[in-house]
Nanobody
Framework: QVQLVESGGGLVQAGGSLRLSCAAS????????MDWYRQAPGKQRELVAA???????NYADSVKGRFIISRDNAKNTVYLQMNGLRPEDTAVYYC?????????????WGQGTQVTVSS
């Protein structure tokens, strides 16, 4: 079955960096679009960054220039490098996929990893 397992969250001071990882299994990872979402307390879940199977990326305006999404198909892993972290980046971060090259496949989510940025 499809599994997404995030890791790398933690507590960091403002201006610091973290790298999140999402290990995928039970899927043809290399043809999958992969995303990172986040949800802060009392707020809706929002898309942070996305990477296509071909490596094209896009980002939320709030993280452009600070976050980098990447993937390693040999390791079935997608990463989110987060630099210049701000208190407003505090949230639970989720790995997600819902499509591959053939189209929509249904939503799959990881369990989430907490990122807390102190001021």
């Amino acid at each position: 079955q499809v599994q997404l397992v995030e890791s790398g969250g933690g507590l960091v001071q403002a201006g610091g960096s973290l790298r999140l990882s999402c290990a995928a299994s039970g899927m043809a990872f290399s043809i999958r679009n992969m995303d990172w979402y986040r949800q802060a307390p009392g707020k809706q879940r929002e898309l942070v960054a996305a990477i296509s199977s071909g490596g094209s990326t896009n980002y939320a305006d709030s993280v452009k220039g600070r976050f980098i999404i990447s993937r390693d198909n040999a390791k079935n892993t997608v990463y989110l490098q987060m630099n210049g972290l701000r208190p407003e980046d505090t949230a639970v971060y989720y790995c997600h996929t819902d499509r591959n090259k053939l189209g929509y496949t249904g939503d799959f989510w990881g369990q989430g990893t907490q990122v807390t940025v102190s001021s």
